[in-house]
C-alpha cells in the first residue's frame, strides 16, 4: 500500500505539472490566428441554433449551446497573458442568446462582459486552440467524426477477440440506445466517449496497464484525472463505470467487490484531486479566489438547489424512462427479446446470483446522478448517457444466461409440435 500511495503521489504531480504546462502553452497562440475560423464556426452554430436534433427524439439534441460555449472562451482568451487566460478561462457573461451574443462579440457589435469561468480545465483547448488556427467548427466535427469511429472500430473489434462476440452486441446496442451517433457532432460530449474508449483499448491491449492491482489504481487514477481536465462536466461517469465492467471481465473473473471500491475510490480521488489542484494553482499562481465561483457551481449542481423535491424529479425520470414514446418502445423491445432469449435458454435456480457485481456497477450510476442531481435534470439532454453504464451491465448480465444452443432446440421442438 506504501509503493500504491508513493506511486499515486508521483503521478499527481506529474498530471498537475503536464496539465498546467498545456493548457498555458495553448494559450501563447494568438486570437488573431484563431479568429477568422472562430467566426465561421459561430456562424454555423448561429445558423443551427441550440435546438437542433440529429434525429426526431428530444434524447439525440445537439450540445450547440455549450459547443458555442467553448467558441466564446476561446475568443475572450488573452494571449498576451497567457498563464491568466488559461486559468481564469474568461467569457463574456450574457447568455441569453450564447451563439448570438458570441457572434456579436466576435464581430465587436456586443460590448464584452467578462467572468472568469475558471472552474474548469477546460482541457479541450489544448486541441481546439491549435485546430482553429487551421480548420472551423466542421472541420473540426469531420476530424471528431473521423477520430471517434475509429475509436469504435478498434474497441469493438477488441470486445469481440478479447471478450466475446456478446460483449460486442451489447456495447453496440448501448451505444445505440445513447444515440451515441449525434456524440462525434458535438464537441462537448465527445471528451468522456473517447477517454472511454481509449481507456477500453489500453486496457485490453496494454498488460501493465492492469496487470495487477497496483497497476489498476494508478490507471483508474489516471482515468478520472483525465476526465476532471477534458470534460465540461456532461457525462463523466461513464469514464469510470464502462471501462470498469470491461476491466472485469477482461482480468478478474472473481469479480471482487473489494476491487469495484477501491478501483472507483481511486477514479474519484483522480477526478476530483486534479480538479480541486485547478483552483489551487489558479489561487497560487494569479492570487485569484474561485471559491465563489466553485460554490455557486456545486450550489447550482446539487439537490438543494431546485424549487422541485428530490422524490418528484426521480418520479419525472422513471416517467421519462417508461413513457410509452419511440425510444422507450426499443428499450421494451430489446430488454423482452432479451428476456425471452434468457427464458428459451432456461435459468437454473440460484444462478442469478452470478455476475451479480455487474449489476453493482451499473448503479454506481445512480449514486452519481443522485449527488448531482439539479444538474442530471436540467442538462437531460446530455447527461441521459451516464446511462451507458447501466445498459451496457444490464445487458451483459442477461447475455450471461442466453445459450443459443438451446434457443435453437428450444424453437426446433415447438415447430416439430
Known amino acids: 500500500m506504501k509503493r500504491t500511495i508513493t506511486s499515486l503521489a508521483i503521478l499527481y504531480v506529474l498530471l498537475l505539472a503536464g496539465f498546467t504546462a498545456a493548457i498555458v502553452a495553448v494559450h501563447h497562440i494568438p486570437r488573431s490566428a484563431i479568429e477568422a475560423n472562430l467566426r465561421r464556426s459561430v456562424v454555423t452554430l448561429v445558423a443551427e441554433g441550440t435546438e437542433k436534433h440529429v434525429f426526431t427524439p ?12 467553448m467558441a466564446n472562451v476561446a475568443y475572450c482568451a488573452n494571449d498576451s497573458l497567457p498563464v491568466r487566460a488559461a486559468l481564469m478561462a474568461m467569457r463574456h457573461r450574457n447568455l441569453l ?8 462579440l466576435i464581430d465587436g457589435t456586443v460590448e464584452p462582459q467578462l467572468t472568469s469561468y475558471g472552474k474548469y480545465w477546460h482541457g479541450y483547448m489544448l486541441l481546439y486552440r491549435p485546430l482553429l488556427v487551421f480548420t472551423d467548427y466542421q472541420g473540426m466535427r469531420m476530424l471528431n467524426i473521423i477520430l471517434m469511429a475509429t475509436l469504435t472500430l478498434i474497441m469493438l473489434v477488441l470486445l469481440w477477440k478479447r471478450l466475446s462476440p456478446a460483449a460486442a452486441l451489447c456495447m453496440t446496442i448501448s451505444l445505440y440506445m445513447m444515440r451515441f451517433t449525434a456524440v462525434p457532432l458535438s464537441l462537448c460530449f465527445s471528451p468522456c466517449f473517447i477517454i472511454m474508449m481509449v481507456s477500453m483499448v489500453l486496457i485490453l491491449t496494454v498488460g501493465r496497464l492492469t496487470r495487477t492491482l497496483h497497476a489498476q489504481i494508478l490507471t483508474f487514477f489516471a482515468i478520472g484525472a483525465f476526465t476532471a481536465y477534458f470534460d465540461f462536466f456532461t457525462t463523466p461517469i461513464i469514464t469510470l463505470g464502462v471501462p470498469l465492467i470491461i476491466l472485469m471481465l ?9 476491487t469495484i471500491v477501491l478501483l472507483s475510490a481511486a477514479w474519484a480521488v483522480g477526478y476530483a484531486g486534479l480538479w480541486v489542484s485547478k483552483w489551487l494553482i489558479t489561487y497560487l499562481l494569479l492570487n485569484y479566489d474561485l471559491t465563489a ?6 450550489v447550482q449542481h446539487s439537490p438543494a438547489n431546485t424549487a422541485t423535491s428530490q422524490t418528484e424529479i426521480w418520479i419525472d425520470i422513471v416517467k421519462r424512462w417508461i413513457y410509452p414514446n419511440f425510444h422507450n418502445i426499443e428499450k421494451y423491445v430489446i430488454f423482452g427479446i432479451a428476456g425471452l432469449m434468457v427464458w428459451m435458454s ?3 435456480k440460484g444462478q442469478w446470483r452470478q455476475s451479480i457485481w455487474l449489476l453493482v456497477v451499473g448503479c454506481i450510476v445512480l449514486v452519481w446522478q443522485e449527488a448531482t442531481i439539479n444538474h442530471v435534470y436540467s ?20 447475455s450471461q444466461f442466453i445459450h443459443v444452443s438451446k434457443i435453437k432446440n428450444h424453437v426446433q421442438h415447438l415447430i416439430k409440435r
Open 250 to 258: 477482461y482480468r478478474m473473473p472473481e469479480r471482487s467487490m473489494k
Open 58 to 69: 428530444e434524447d439525440a439534441k445537439l450540445g450547440n449551446f455549450t459547443d458555442c460555449y
Open 97 to 104: 442568446d450564447m451563439p448570438a451574443d458570441t457572434q456579436g
Open 293 to 298: 465561483s466553485v460554490t455557486g457551481g456545486l
Open 346 to 348: 432456461g435459468i437454473r
Open 379 to 398: 442538462h437531460g439532454h446530455c447527461t441521459h448517457r451516464d446511462y451507458l453504464v447501466m445498459w451496457l451491465a444490464a445487458l451483459l448480465y442477461l
